[in-house]
Every structure is written in structure tokens, then in C-alpha cells.
């Protein structure tokens, strides 16, 4: 089974750029996740799709962040305009429901470096 | 709200001694608790989790975890460490009630740095 793919893996942007990140998750999971790491914490939610629809954006910035997910397959996060503060990991991940065993499979992730 | 602690953001072992890392989590509802491991520069792979049923846990590598609801914890446990268990770990909780707010979302605690010296 081909796991969560993700692209780029590194980028390097300058501050007020803008950067889109692009997640194919596992063919069938109907919910998607992206999850932003800054170096040093844990993984924190920034939204979630169930199909095409999204669940939650509550952690969202959504003045500068904005991320869709057409026919419910793959999903782009972008970010304009980038500030230094949202140098971190971004990690995709899928599942076909989260309440099974092994519900949740994360992408290798997506480093940005905003200098 | 959810939240989890992780005590300890380093852990350092030798080979072949217990590893012990601790985690406490903060749930309204019957919680899922969840381990995973990063190695650096990779994504997150999934030790173990907690449901339903039995308290304690069986993972990949030889790691187990159990989940104890009067303390609120899940430490993760390990009899013998090796020098391949060198990597950052998370515990992570998530609403385990179809349909609850949280449900499918993940809340990570800080991380726990594990080195293993010969």
C-alpha cells in the first residue's frame, strides 16, 4: 500500500512570500490532515477534512493560511504571505477511520525555512 | 479540552536498560491514546494506541504501554533499550467517541528526546 505522499520536502521561502504544499493521501481514506511541527513541540492540528468538507479549522491562521481539498482526494496547504514565525514541518496525514487500530498514517512531511 | 504532559523532554538510557517514558493526558470523554515515534527528518510512525478493552499495550520494536484511567496516564515502556530506539517519541490523545468534536484529531504532548549510549 503506497503510504502518504507529500511535496515538496524542503523549502525555503523569504518572509511576506507565499508557498503551497501539496499532500496525495492513502487511495481511500476519506479524512485528511495537516498538521503543522515547530522545532522542538509536538504536532498541532491545523485542519481537518472529511472528503471535500472540512471538520475543523479552528487552529487555522486563516488570514494567511489557506488550504482546499478538491474532489476529496489530495490537498494544498498555502501560505500568504509567509511570516518567519511558520518555519516548521508540515505533516499530512490520512485516515480511513480514525477509530481503527491503525487509523492514522502521517506523510514524511514538508520542512519550510522562512528566512 | 484535551492536553497531554510528557515528563522529561530528554531521556537518556544505556543499552539494555528499561526505558520508561512517562505521559499524562487531560480528557473530558473516554479517550484514545496513542504513541508515536519520529527519527529525525522522517514522519510519524505509530508504536502503539489504546482503545477499547485491554489496559495494556503491545507495540512494534518491543515497546508497551498501559493505560492506567485513575492515574490519567499511558507511560510507554521498553525492557531493553537498543541503540536503533534513539529518537523523539510522542504521546498523543485523541476523543474516542464517534462523532465527538474531537474525534479523528490528534493532541500532541511536547516530546520526549530518548538517547541510548553503548
Known amino acids: 500500500e503506497a503510504g502518504v505522499a507529500q511535496s515538496p520536502r524542503y523549502k525555503i521561502i523569504e518572509k511576506r512570500q507565499s508557498v503551497a504544499f501539496w499532500c496525495n493521501p492513502i487511495?481511500?481514506?476519506?479524512?485528511l490532515y495537516w498538521y503543522q511541527q515547530i522545532l522542538g513541540q509536538g504536532p498541532k492540528l491545523l485542519i481537518q477534512f472529511q472528503n471535500n468538507g472540512v471538520v475543523d479549522d479552528s487552529q487555522l491562521p486563516k488570514d494567511r493560511f489557506s488550504a482546499e481539498r478538491l474532489k476529496g482526494v489530495d490537498s494544498t496547504l498555502k501560505i500568504q504571505p509567509a511570516k518567519l514565525e511558520d518555519s516548521a514541518v508540515y505533516l499530512c496525514a490520512s485516515s480511513l477511520d480514525p477509530g481503527t487500530v491503525y487509523g492514522y498514517t502521517f506523510g514524511s512531511g514538508t520542512r519550510l525555512t522562512v528566512v | 479540552a484535551q492536553s497531554v504532559t510528557q515528563l522529561g523532554s530528554h531521556v537518556s538510557v544505556s543499552e539494555g536498560a528499561l526505558v520508561l517514558l512517562r505521559c499524562n493526558y487531560s480528557s473530558s470523554v473516554p479517550p484514545y491514546l496513542f504513541w508515536y515515534v519520529q527519527y529525525p527528518n522522517q514522519g510519524l510512525q505509530l508504536l502503539l494506541k489504546?482503545?477499547?478493552?485491554?489496559?495494556l499495550v503491545k507495540g512494534i520494536n518491543g515497546f508497551e504501554a498501559e493505560f492506567k484511567k485513575s492515574e490519567t496516564s499511558f507511560h510507554l515502556t521498553k525492557p531493553s533499550a537498543h541503540m536503533s530506539d534513539a529518537a523523539e517519541y510522542f504521546c498523543?490523545?485523541?476523543?474516542?467517541?464517534?462523532?465527538?468534536?474531537?474525534?479523528?484529531?490528534?493532541?500532541f504532548g511536547q516530546g520526549t528526546i530518548l538517547t541510548v549510549h553503548p
Open positions: 487511495s481511500g481514506h476519506a479524512t
Open positions: 489504546y482503545t477499547t478493552g485491554a489496559t
Open positions: 498523543a490523545v485523541s476523543d474516542g467517541i464517534a462523532g465527538g468534536t474531537s474525534y479523528g484529531k490528534l493532541t
